[in-house]
């Protein structure tokens, strides 16, 4: 099981990054895929998730309606559209996989629901 993350970069307050996560190893269909991040000095925080079997998402409130999760079924990959960033998004993104698990605000309260992690991309978000 393996998931890679890539689209992280630096960009300006008020720009838009995409990520993506691309999944390999698994029954895509059995899992949820979490957004994670984690700044400086801080911990790891739950962002957005989406459930492939019901399309179904959910988003933290530091990114509701600025950031949207979606998937490309066919492709086994999940991404993460960034908009309105600013400063305080800056962080390392991870996205991880938690089977059965349903995507809402229990999965992204904790780390320990996620089993299988991507290796982070870093997102700077600066003037």
């Known amino acids: 099981v393996q998931l890679v993350e890539s689209g992280g970069g630096s960009v300006q307050p008020g720009g838009s990054l995409r990520l993506s996560c691309a999944a390999s190893?698994?029954?895509?269909?059995?899992?949820?895929i979490a957004w994670f991040r984690q700044a400086p000095g801080k911990e790891r925080e739950g962002v957005s998730c989406?459930?492939?079997?019901?399309?179904?998402?959910y988003y933290s409130d530091a990114v509701w309606g600025r950031f949207t999760t979606s998937g490309h079924l066919s492709r086994d990959t999940v991404f993460l559209q960034m908009n309105s960033l600013w400063p305080n998004d800056t962080a390392v993104y991870y996205c991880a996989g938690a089977p059965r698990v349903l995507c809402g605000p229990l999965l992204l309260s904790s780390t320990r629901y996620l089993e299988v992690w991507g290796q982070g991309t870093l997102v700077t978000v600066s003037s």
């Open positions: 190893g698994v029954p895509f269909a059995d899992y949820t």
């Open positions: 989406f459930n492939r079997r019901d399309a179904n998402t």
